[in-house]
């Protein structure tokens, strides 16, 4: 797309945006400010090719673009300026690690002659990031730049994708080099995609075949290597059940015959079940987090377990694993789904239904179509599923919200998800729903938000207005911090230590930025108030004033085994009992 | 508890700044005292050689080891009991660097 000829001199903020167009980025999120100003007068003259967004928070900057990266499937970028702007992306650098989202941030620093110097918004971004980020690297040259930006793409979305940063300095903002088009897709001391190797595909083909009851456990891994037809097929031609991580959900379609609900700590019943009751657990694609797991100790005792992972250091990290295999999620379930024989017989007998009847009776039923009493967080989010036909992206910000939107959401198409899983970041949300839509503007985009998250990063409602972002945001008002109240009712006598939160006035709020906003209590009213908000590409907030001290169920708390799990206040399944 | 011996624990690198802090960091996370730190040009020119010794346990010193090689620029880590002596080290990330000149 870019006519500007190999070895035309231009200025290095120049070749920096001449870069960016070249690894194919078209949208920028960011925020301007001293050390990064010629970038942005640069931005000018670029308008027709560059979409920039610009937020109202530079932790808006990198949550959008986290939400694009996901939907899009390609990094998003961030533009900030030096000092507070590099560090006000910080959180959403840990964020885009632990939850391996491709982004690449580029901060302006000051010019290198004053590095070391205390000078005007200096600070160490490359300390700063370098734990939090796949890659961090400050370009002092402007002979660099298309290197390092072609580097940055390469690394961010390779292998396991993550979070890039590059510090840029102003004088290699405003000096002049011989802008000579780069890309990246090889660096010798970095091994993206490691090849499986025929003994260990051999061996878990064998496992499979000889296993009664396999069962698989999935994550992010299967989206971020396009691994979701590989992954059903695998299911089919093995009839084997698989549970999601929060990460991994919209993967497989929910209706899929062989789903069985997401896994951990408020997972389905059946998932934690089948984990304590399989012969073989596989793993793909995810990392056995402690909310998946429960204590370690008492995790799939019985099983063997296979772990196929991109990642060398993930595999036996947590849990000792019988057999690894090192590589991509999508060629090794393509490559064992050829090996495995057909129709092997399988020794699972009405366990999941029997499991899922449970969970009906005493979790779901009375949380989703309760008879009376106010409306209840996971009845709307329910609602707002059968709505849109689960066709809609979902965002979600995190607290009880998450967790009754990882719940009680439908998918039908993959990246649907998207959510702060590893970092579990308030204030996630709003910015990311913008990324999102953003980056599917066809598509609906539905938030799900906490009274306290919606806070965190509530003036991106400006961002919302200025650029009319169809975002639909669903605020699940209970005036609490509610996760915690949960917390401080179950596991602390009920001592309510700081989590009673008084609300600004949503609709005032949201008619100063000119936004709809319609409020509900009552139940008869949610299906028109809800149609309402989909009825057009507008933003729209929906206030529902949900039922304050609702709690997410089922539970398994913290430090029991995931086959020790509360179905409400009082009762319990324990597995095996 | 697994016991905990003294680990020389070795990573061949590129040359790039700032690599000194991200291994360093690698073991503050695992609160794994670092008891000797070398660096230095490594027999494979322009490949750099980290030599460390810490005490630790074997499962932290292979995780060690796992996240350095995630690294970027780092191309290969070893672990091993710190009386026992390795001259394979060399000869398998030169092996290494030429299956990889191969591949580009
Ligand atoms: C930045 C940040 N600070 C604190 C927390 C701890 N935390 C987790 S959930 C939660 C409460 C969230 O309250 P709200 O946004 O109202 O959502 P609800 O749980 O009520 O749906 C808190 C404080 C966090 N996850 N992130
Ligand atoms: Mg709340």
New interface residues.
Partial sequence: MTDTPNGWMLKGSQILLESLINQGVDTIFGYPGGSIMPVYDALYDYADRLRHILVRHEQGAIHAAQGYARVKNFPGTVIVTSGPGATNVITGVADAMIDSTPVVVIAGQVASAALGTDAFQETDLIGMTTPISKWAYQIRRPKDIAWAVARAYYIAASGRPGPVVLDFTKDAQIGMAEYIRKDCNFIRSYVPVPEPTEASLAEAAAMIDSARKPFVVYGHGIILSGAEKELAGFLDKGDIPAGSTMLGLSALDSDNPHYTGMLGMHGSLASNVLTQECDLLIAVGMRFDDRVTGTISTYAKQAKVIHIDIDASEIGKNIPVDLGILGDAREVLAELTRRIKPDVKRDWDGEKAACDAVEKEKVIDPEVSPAEGLIKPGEVIAAVANACEGKAIVVTDVGQNQLFASRYSRFKQSRSMITSGGLGTMGFGLPAAIGAKVAAPERPVCLFVGDGGIQMTIQELGTIMQDGIGVKVILLNNNWLGNVRQWQELFFDGRYSFTRMQNPDYEKLAEAYGITCLSLEDRAEMPAAIAQMLADDRPFILNVHVAEADNVFPMIPPGKSVGEIMLNDKDWFVYGK | MESEKLYEITAY??NQ??LL??VA?IFT?RSINIEKLLVYPSKIEGIHKFKILARTTEKNA??VV??M??R????KAFYQEDNERSFMEIVSVGRF?KE??N??
């Fill in positions: 690198t590129e700044v700032g802090s991200s960091g996370r292979r995780a796992l996240q090689e995630k970027v620029d780092v191309v660097l990889r000149e591949k580009q």
